[in-house]
């Protein structure tokens, strides 16, 4: 519950801030942009439930970079899921829903009539961006799921303390 409202609160703030007197067509950049992370996350966390951990093994003792981690990713699927899926899959999806709200106000703003037809337009699209964006990541997350936990794993090992260093960079002097 804390990541969640912390997280909320951070996606919220950013969001706020990029629309806030901006013109319609950035508003509707900020809508696309937050329905692509949740769909995006939403694959990742689809990925690491169908993924296989026996080729990471197979990686990770050829020492490949990132296979370490996809092994931890993988045994850990059940929580990658959730913090992918339903954390940020849902904060994005509500989000999505309140500036929604606020692009409607903008555009139809001077017409009730336009507002009340524009709103329902304007929410089945997102509604159907959001639903049939995740409906066909679910296919690729499934078919490329090693794959995509393997390019999550590289992505955060980036950010993984060097163990026979101790994190700190090695003096090529």
Known sequence: MLLTFSLSVLINIVSEIAIKGAPAGIALC??????LIGVLFDIVGTAATAAEEAPFHSMASRKV??????????????RVSNICNDVIGDICGIVS??????IVGMLFVKNSDMAFWGGIVVTACVASLTVGG???????????????VFMVAKALSVFEKDAKTNGKKKNTK
């Open 134 to 148: 995740k409906a066909f990541g679910k296919g690729i997350a499934i078919s490329k799921s090693n794959d995509i």
């Open 30 to 35: 900020v809508l696309l942009a937050i329905i």
């Open 97 to 102: 829903g309140s500036t929604t709200a606020v």
């Open 65 to 78: 970079k990132g296979a370490a981690k996809g092994i931890a990713l993988l045994r850990n699927a059940e």
